[in-house]
């Protein structure tokens, strides 16, 4: 640890694989729901395809961290061990008692699923965070400054991060790190990224910072919350990003954009939350592909002009506007799980956290397998969407 890295492993890797630029991974906020990623990050790493760039808010801000703050060959492992931390393990498991037959009992599982959503309300999440027992004695109304005014504290999740990551590699480019913020006094989006600054833990912690459940972390004298409450899948760091590059961008979709018409007041809470947090992809890359063939035309409209004159300032410029650069986008779409509601984020248990993984990998591997990104595109649209449902909906 504390060593500063030299090797660049995920560009060797990425040619074997003849993908046509970098690797982008973009991950979305959502909670428990983020073991997802984990299962993604398994399957691009078991074929040896390593992001040159992650990009993350909230708890993909926390993969994010982890995976850019390793080393390749320690990526998964770390992973693992965060998740694994944050499971639920219920005593009644290891039960001499009852272990013999929890597997097969209903009414036990249940029993767990209830326990382990009132653990993260009441008693917090292991590694990650406690309630906040300075608001029982002065309520909500008690001025506890913006960096401890929120439910809980993450000083747990602040130690758990900074045992399973190393500052140096944060800052090494292999692979970049973006994180997703809002300032808390302008109400602005602001992207961190490794490229343009050094970033540090504080960083992905303030992606990371929820609220009304998480405090605000304080950068450059300027308090920061969760990117998510912006914009929960911050694709639009790849698009705005100059230069422009050639891109195969990995996007996970972990809130269900369409669903059933809610029935119950349970169905309208969960269903409220999918509309909140799902991607708003499909209006950022319908403007992208505009743009694009903008930047085409411009690219062409250049190479009319005699060549005598191009090297004038203002045809430069002009020039300067057009792209010819192409970006496949590779949605992953994550299932829905049978039983799940509107305390799905906060499933902490470990049927809960495997089931989402096994799901995140299966899709990968799927995406993977199938190469979508050596299909024939049009080269004016600028940019493809290969979306990958999962096969079938419900238990994985």
Known sequence: MGTTPESKPSVSANKAHKLPGQVVLVLQGGGALGAYQGGIYEA???AGIEPNWVIGTSIGA???????????E????RLREFWTTMEYKP????????????????????????AAHMMALFGGVAGYYTPNHALTFGGAKAAL????????????LEKTMTALTDPAWFNSGH??????????????????DSAR??????????????????????????????GGIYSNTPIEAVFDDNPRRNSVVFADQMWHISGPEPLSLEDVLSRQKDIQFASRDDSHIARQQALHRMRRIVRELVKMVPEEQRNSPEVREWASWGCGTFMHIVRLNAPYI??????????????????????????????????????????????????????VLGKV
């Not at 926390?62 to 390749?72: E, K, M, R, V």
């Not at 320690?74 to 492992?77: E, G, N």
């Not at 984020?345 to 591997?365: L, V």
């Open 44 to 46: 691009l790493h078991e």
């Open 62 to 72: 926390l993969n994010a961290g982890i995976i850019a703050g390793n080393p390749p």
């Open 74 to 77: 320690k990526r998964l492992a």
């Open 91 to 114: 005593w009644w498991e290891d039960s001499p008692f009852f272990a013999p037959w929890f597997s097969n009992s209903k009414h036990l599982e249940d029993l767990t699923n209830q």
């Open 145 to 156: 400054g913006v960096e401890r005014a929120a439910l809980y504290n993450t000083e747990d």
């Open 175 to 192: 692979p970049r790190l973006t994180v997703g913020t809002v300032n808390v006094k302008t109400g602005r989006m602001h992207y961190w």
């Open 197 to 226: 600054m050094p970033l540090g833990l504080n960083h992905v912690l303030a992606s990371a910072a929820l609220p009304p459940a998480f405090p605000a972390v304080r950068i450059d004298g300027d308090p920061y919350w969760d």
């Open 338 to 391: 049978e039983g799940e509601g509107n305390s799905r984020d906060i499933d902490f248990t470990t049927a809960g956290i495997r089931q989402r993984w096994k799901a995140g990998y299966d899709d990968a591997m799927r995406a993977i397998d199938k190469r979508p990104w050596e299909d024939e595109t049009d080269p004016a649209a600028g940019v493809a969407v290969h979306d990958f449902k999962p096969d």
